[in-house]
């Protein structure tokens, strides 16, 4: 009865590799995020969908490019991994854009 | 720009001791404000929030907070620290209108001792 779930936990990679992380919620929230946590701990907003429709896209690079197939589900597709991509990514969701935010495991991406 | 500041990157208290996390944010307009635990290797969980009315909150697992709007703070308390208090916290604020983007203090780690 997981809220929200990502897979995989853990992904170590080689530079230039295209890697894809899923998250899923349960908890019929609108909205759903995606957050990057450095090795300082800090933790920055990337995107943000709601109802599907790109909302935040916070100067990312573009290799990294999120899809959102239906309400539920939020996938985060890399590009080109580069060293600097290594960090643990954290998807969450709300009700909608201005209740709290539910967090999922996060994954931690390790580029070799 | 919003910004949050939490003061001390490290916090150790003992077994028992009053707990205390200090947040500041900076706003022109009051935002929502919580506060986030992160256990090792896991995902953030929600603490605490406020959003309007009663300025002191009480969260899970004994924790409360307090809106000073004056102040521009809403710290952290808990009368006792345990052992399993132990953990990373984070101060959040989410401003209106940007697409519920929460914005993180850089976090104050929390040790108990025995």
């Known amino acids: 009865d997981t809220a929200v779930s990502q897979t995989p936990k853990y992904l170590v990679t080689q530079m230039g590799n295209d890697k894809s992380i899923k998250c899923e919620q349960n908890?019929?929230?609108?909205?759903m995020y995606w957050y990057k946590q450095d090795s300082k701990k800090f933790l920055k907003i990337m995107f943000s969908?709601?109802?599907?429709?790109?909302?935040i896209n916070e100067t990312v690079p573009n290799r990294f490019s999120p899809k959102s197939p239906d309400k539920a589900h939020l996938n985060l597709h890399i590009n080109s991994l580069e060293l600097g991509d290594s960090a643990v990514y954290f998807c969450?969701?709300?009700?909608?854009?201005?209740?709290?935010?539910?967090f999922g495991p996060g994954t931690r991406l390790t580029v070799l | 720009a919003q910004s949050v500041t939490q003061l001390g990157s490290h916090v150790s208290v003992s077994e028992g001791a009053l707990v205390l996390l200090r947040c500041n944010y900076s706003?022109?307009?009051?935002?929502?404000l919580f506060w986030y635990v992160q256990y090792p290797n896991q995902g953030l969980q929600l603490l605490l929030k406020?959003?309007?009315?009663?300025?002191l909150v009480k969260g899970i697992n004994g924790f409360e907070a307090e809106f000073k709007k004056s102040e521009t703070s809403f710290h952290l308390t808990k009368p006792s620290a345990h052992m399993s208090d132990a953990a990373e916290y984070f101060c959040?604020?989410?401003?209106?209108?940007?697409?519920?983007?929460?914005?993180f203090g850089q976090g104050t780690e929390l040790s108990v001792k025995p």
């Open positions: 969450a969701s709300s009700q909608e854009l201005a209740k709290e935010q539910f």
């Open positions: 908890l019929g929230h609108d909205t």
């Open positions: 969908y709601n109802n599907k429709e790109l909302i």
């Open positions: 706003s022109s307009v009051p935002p929502y």
């Open positions: 406020y959003t309007t009315g009663a300025t």
């Open positions: 959040a604020v989410l401003p209106g209108n940007q697409g519920g983007k929460l914005i």
